[in-house]
């Protein structure tokens, strides 16, 4: 069977559960509340130019209410050893006074509606898995909560989306269990192998966002085989958000390797798998939609040249 290059994106659908460990929270509220009117802005491009499209949800995210949410804690709360570090079952989230920022069922369905949109798991509560201080069984409580909430609402997983890119082995066989099919991996380049921690060093996230706009890393694309029982489907980069403060220069210089990476994947036969979160085109929202229709055209150009096929995560095991 001939092999087709493939165009893959996955999208992170945190809300504000993904971003309460950050220090500048006022910003991340304002890009939550921006995505409300993105997200639909994003669907109708998917839509024009028949791309797939992987939204890895955290499962709080399904809870009707703070009620909801709450009476869904395990026994068990994780805790990270970092000091100053809570997870998101520490948190008094009714201090936000907007439920709007963690719940969104209604945007969620809406999304699921959409041609060849796949709802997909990126944990329960959005737990670092490799962060020192969780267990084995906090893992375990994650999943199972996970699979409560998404059958509560008749949405059925099969893709998964580690939170931070932090691959974990106990994971791993937790997804098997859950019958999950595929996950998003790190390539193993020395960038990316280890997904993102807190142990990082100022210098090596400085060579991670350097690596954005220029060549640092090489073998961005690869070749995979949907034989696997569990296929991983590695993330390629991730398409940084342009705001006012983005000199034009970085802006352009970013779709530039983006799409110098795509077209290399074209040529190779091979797989380019881009993604970000949807509250990153909550601010500057029409620059961002601009960069999108700029990267689905130039997938359209490398489709038709090159037989490149858009898939979402869950359509390689199809």
């Known amino acids: 069977m001939k092999t087709l290059p493939k165009f893959i994106i996955s999208l992170d659908y945190e809300l504000l559960w993904g971003m309460l460990d950050v220090k500048n929270l006022d910003k991340c509220i304002s890009n939550v509340r921006g995505e409300t009117n993105a997200i639909p802005k994003m669907l109708d491009l998917f839509e024009k130019y028949n791309i797939g499209v ?19 804690k395990p026994q068990q709360i994780p805790k990270y050893k970092k000091k100053g570090k809570p997870t998101n079952y520490e948190i008094d989230i009714r201090s936000f006074r907007d ?63 580690f939170p931070r890119n932090q691959v974990n082995d106990i994971a791993l066989k937790e997804l098997k269990k859950h019958e999950f099919k595929t996950y998003r991996g790190n390539l193993q380049n020395f960038i990316q192998k280890d997904g993102h921690k807190d142990s990082q060093s100022l210098f090596f996230k400085l060579i991670r966002f350097g690596d954005s706009y220029i ?9 995979n085989s949907a034989n696997e029982n569990l296929l991983n489907v590695p993330g390629s980069l991730f398409l940084r958000p342009v705001n006012s403060k983005t000199p034009y220069v970085l802006n352009k210089m970013h779709i530039k390797r983006i799409k110098k990476s795509m077209t290399i994947a074209a040529q190779n036969k091979e797989t380019f798998h881009l993604w970000w979160h949807p509250h990153n085109f909550g601010n500057s929202t029409d620059d961002n939609l601009l960069n999108l229709r700029d990267i689905l055209e130039h997938y359209t150009v ?10 979402n995560m869950g359509e390689f095991t199809v």
């Open 54 to 72: 992987t939204w890895a949800i955290v499962g709080m995210t399904l809870c009707e209410n703070y009620d909801e949410w709450r009476s869904f």
């Open 302 to 311: 490398l489709s038709n040249e090159h037989g490149m096929t858009s898939k």
């Open 215 to 223: 060549q640092i890393s090489k073998d961005l694309s690869y070749k």
């Open 99 to 161: 439920e709007e920022l963690f719940f969104q069922k209604d945007m969620i369905k809406r999304i699921a509606a959409c041609p060849r949109q796949e709802i997909a798991s990126h944990s329960y509560s959005h737990l670092y898995f490799s962060e020192p201080g969780i267990t084995n069984q906090d893992i375990s409580n994650d999943f199972r909560l996970f699979e409560n909430i998404s059958f509560q609402n008749n949405i059925s997983c099969k893709s998964f989306i």
